[in-house]
């Protein structure tokens, strides 16, 4: 996870994005690694972010769900959501918290 | 980094109808099975034999394939569903053509209302088949998923041409030799061609993103793609112009293809991240074990052991119920339980995703109910198995009961899914947000 912003804001942002669970797997998407990037520009908020698979039926859902909850967690910032996927997400990706959360599963 | 568009689902409406229709045909199916058990002591062509048979084929699995495949298209393609129109009007035509088909079947009704049943799944065929191949020129790359879904559309547009024939044949008798001969090639085209190469291909890449696994190596896939239609190939020409007794090789050939995909199955899911397995995919799981049973099948079959005819007999029967009972039925039992909460659970719930509390999709249904009919679906298939064998039909009987529960409870778990209407959800308040 890359941040272009300061320390305390972009913790805020991800912690923001924890809300924003994965539906299949049940962890949020921040922990499953999918938020690659986050940057400050002036007023604007611009986040990348990918999915487990360039197919994923979910892609609308949460480009729009993190653009929502940015927006209204921020609510005098414009944001702006990329969805990308370069380089390709890969289990590798995920957070130590979120392997935690997926051994607790089993 | 290149962006990416939005969410390729098609509408609920194309997808949910194949859900709601394959489970009322599986439970008509499991009724008509209670009162077929007298069926099951002589040849497989036989009026009741043959209306389960298309029940259990059309109604049922394909049914529910042709709706699943329409929401998981766009995830394994990549691409939008070139046509959701075309998928609407092939449900119509796969819908009343099942229906005339069972009942003529049934009743052994052999004149023009057959021809119309047979011309509608043609149809509908057809029409799959287009928005397939359609939709594959859409995607932005090809893989060995999309060789084994497009090659499937096209065995089954195939094997319905065949069984078109068959039905005019009926009637006009062109045909030169005698009708089980093309009952076979009828037979094997649609399980082969259509179920097996459709399930390979969709679950090469449903199973490694369920269980979080990353497939690296596609040679074993290749291969299976290449000697499952190279068998099916070479057994087409032998079975219609050479006949000769290479038969089990050809077999040979489509059981080594299958056996290349359970080893990519397992090389693959040794790389799994997720080792909590849901009742779903642990029906899954049981599927493809199931499936050994008609691979060993297919040998004895096609191989001229000398066996009595009475035990051959028993074998084919048990061959087909190991197909469409066994491997086919338990694939879709799991894998609905996979993909339709997912459909739901979208649909319900995705512009509250972020803001409120949502459920997951497997808060969507009743584990406990799913966990009674995956072991009610067991016995009931174990018990056909030996009911038909043994030529019981006390045990085909208990076989059938079976089933029929868990028909019943797998039409129970669905219709609450499709009904399913979303409860007062709870805001989030995001830590110290002014929200």
């Not at chain 2, 079959?301 to 048990?318: A, G, K």
């Amino acid at each position: 996870m890359e941040t272009h912003v300061p320390e305390d804001f972009g913790n805020e942002v991800f912690e923001t994005l924890k809300y924003i669970i994965d539906p299949e797997v049940g962890i949020n998407i921040v922990d499953l690694g999918l938020v690659y990037e986050v940057s400050l520009d002036g007023d604007t908020l611009e986040v990348n972010l990918t999915l487990t698979t360039p197919g994923c039926p979910m892609s609308g859902t949460i480009v729009n769900a993190t653009e929502q909850i940015l927006l209204k967690r921020f609510p005098n910032l414009d944001v702006k959501v990329n969805l990308v996927w370069s380089p390709p997400w890969s289990t590798e990706m995920i957070t130590a918290e979120g392997m935690r959360q997926l051994e607790a599963k089993n | 980094m290149s962006a990416a568009t939005t969410s390729n689902s098609p509408g609920k409406w194309v997808v949910l109808p194949h859900y709601a229709f394959a489970a009322l045909a599986f439970v008509a199916l499991s009724i008509l099975l209670l009162f077929s058990t007298d069926a099951f002591g002589g040849h497989y062509f036989h009026p009741k034999l043959l209306t389960l048979t298309h029940v259990a084929a059309l109604g049922w699995a394909t049914m529910l394939i042709f709706g699943a495949l329409y929401q998981l298209l766009p995830v394994v393609l990549e691409c939008k569903l070139y046509s959701e129109k075309l998928a609407t009007i092939a449900f119509g035509f796969l819908g009343a053509g099942t229906i005339l088909l069972a009942w003529c079947f049934w009743h052994f009704e052999l004149g023009y209302l057959i021809h119309v049943a047979a011309c509608s799944l043609v149809i509908s065929f057809t029409l799959f088949t287009i928005n397939v191949i359609q939709t594959a020129r859409l995607a932005p790359k090809w893989t060995i998923e999309a060789d084994f879904i497009v090659t499937s559309a096209i065995w089954l547009l195939l094997t319905g041409i065949v069984g078109l024939v068959m039905v005019l044949n009926f009637t006009m008798a062109f045909l030169p030799v005698e009708h089980t001969h093309y009952l076979k090639l009828h037979a094997h085209i649609g399980m082969a061609g259509w179920f097996l190469l459709l399930i390979i291909g969709v679950g090469a890449k449903l199973i490694p993103m369920f269980l979080l696994a990353h497939a690296e190596n596609f040679k074993k896939l290749n291969w299976s793609y290449n000697l499952i239609n190279a068998g099916l190939v070479f057994f087409i020409f032998d079975h219609l112009f050479f006949h000769t007794a290479l038969l089990p090789v050809y077999a040979g050939l489509v059981v080594v293809g299958v056996v290349l995909f359970l080893l990519f199955v397992y090389e693959t899911s040794k790389t799994r991240q997720r080792h909590d397995v849901d009742l779903g995919m642990k029906q899954t799981f049981v599927a493809l074990g199931l499936l050994l049973l008609p691979l060993v099948l297919v040998i004895v079959v096609s191989s001229n052991l000398n066996l009595p005819q009475q035990l051959l007999s028993s074998i084919y029967l048990v061959y087909g119920i190991s197909v469409f009972f066994g491997f086919v039925s338990a694939i879709i039992v799991g894998q609905t339980f996979k993909t339709l909460p997912f459909i739901v659970w979208m649909h319900a719930y995705e512009n509250y995703v972020g803001r409120f509390k949502t459920p997951l999709p497997k808060d969507l249904y009743n584990h406990t109910l799913q966990r009674c009919l995956n072991i009610t679906y067991l016995l009931g298939f174990l018990l056909l198995l030996t009911g038909v064998l043994l030529r019981n039909q006390q045990v085909i009987l208990a076989g059938a009961i079976g089933f029929t529960l868990t028909s019943v409870l797998y039409t129970v778990s669905v219709f609450q899914l499709l009904l399913h209407k979303v409860q007062e959800l709870k805001p989030f308040t995001y830590g110290n947000a002014r929200a």
